[in-house]
């Protein structure tokens, strides 16, 4: 049986989204946010060297795939150094849910769109109501919490995390997504007093419909800096039905998750999950070309183009990121067999041209490898997974139409 491999290179996005005036950061419109083509232009205008990179982007596997022909389909631009003839399959991916956060990006791509509103607690000191605070403070049993307001969650460790110290509050805080964040040092308050602390409110927000609550741990000193590790946990509101991994588990293939798909999709519908920094999950990611059982899914999150560059603003970082990823990506190829499937796409945007600090809403690249070269146009998010879904043979769909 054949095998699947879904990737997300998380805030990957190539500009054009047709409602990005209706998504905001800071107040400005997200149109016209091109997250890999407004990098690409920074890097050949020589405005993207540091982070152990210099000069035009350079990209040329994920190129060979058709990444620059569906940066062009996407937006129109024809991006410095990208556009090559594609020799896989190809296109460009849009999303129907009301969001551009992670729960709606990935649901919608694994055939769910988000069928609700989710709920955003505004940029207001204190943001998050009475009822809200009580409960965390009462979850986190310190007698108060830090925080309570929009902010970046390496920023507010600087601001905050000396007071943490000293008081043992927990630091909780929100942002553009519909999100409660707490973060606590990792030993003074202790990993797992932390996590118990997002669950115990968990289920409370997620009848707001707030899609998560997400443990930040930190470890360090006031004097060496804080430093966030690689112990997150997202407690997810769970998809209201049943996804691409729920279909392909009921047809008794095996489900591997890598990177934070587990928490994302409230650890339902898999058999299996790690996590780690990137280059962590990418050995991984080979490791499962290398031995997934015949008609196996594999679905990951490559997270850290969003967390530590998209976010930060950072285009140095996220450029050389993305070549990071494009010279492995002969190493996962190699590792896969015939008849397997592989697909690279992302969740939503982060532009680190853009202002604010929030994703950017923007189309997505499909690029597949397995199929010899093949366009396949404009497509929908969900299209993505019932394509999967007909290569492993599933008789679901979700809200999709496969593009094979």
Partial sequence: MPRAFLVVLDSVGIGGAPDADRFFNDGTPDTGANTLGHIAEACAAGAADGEGRAGPLHLPNLDALGLGAALTLASGLAAPGLGVEP????????????G???????????????????????????????????????????????????????????????????TGWPIVYTSADSVVQIAAHEERFGL????????????????????????RPFVGTPETGFTRTVNRRDFALAPPAPTLMDWARAAGRD??????????????????????????????????????????????????????????????????????????????????????????????????TWIGTDHTRERVPVLGWGLGPRAVGQVGFADIGASVAEHLGLEERGAGRSFL
């Fill in 87 to 98: 020799q896989g399959l190809w296109g460009a991916a849009t999303e129907v849910s009301n």
């Fill in 100 to 166: 551009k956060d992670t729960p709606s990006g990935h649901w919608e791509i694994a055939g769910v769109p988000v069928p609700w509103d989710w709920t955003y607690f505004p940029k207001t000191e204190p943001a998050f109501p009475p009822d809200v605070t009580r409960a965390l403070i009462e979850a986190g049993g310190a007698g108060g919490v830090l925080g309570n307001k929009h902010a970046s969650g390496t920023v507010i460790l600087d601001e905050l995390g000396a007071e943490h110290l000293r």
């Fill in 192 to 215: 797992e007093r932390l996590y118990a602390m997002c669950r115990a409110v968990a289920p409370m927000l997620h009848a707001m419909r707030v899609g998560r609550v997400i443990a």
């Fill in 255 to 352: 489900v591997h998750a890598v990177g934070k798909i587990d928490d994302i999709f409230a650890h339902r519908g898999m058999i299996s999950g790690i996590h780690g920094p990137d280059a962590e999950l990418f050995d991984a990611l080979v490791g499962w070309g290398e031995g997934a059982a015949d008609g196996s899914l594999v679905f990951a999150n490559l997270v850290e183009f969003d967390s530590k560059y998209g976010h930060r603003r950072n285009v140095a970082g996220y450029a050389a990121h993305l070549e990071w990823f494009d010279r492995e990506l002969p190493r996962f190829l190699a590792a896969l067999k015939d008849g397997d499937l592989a697909i690279f796409t992302a969740d939503h945007g982060n532009d680190p």
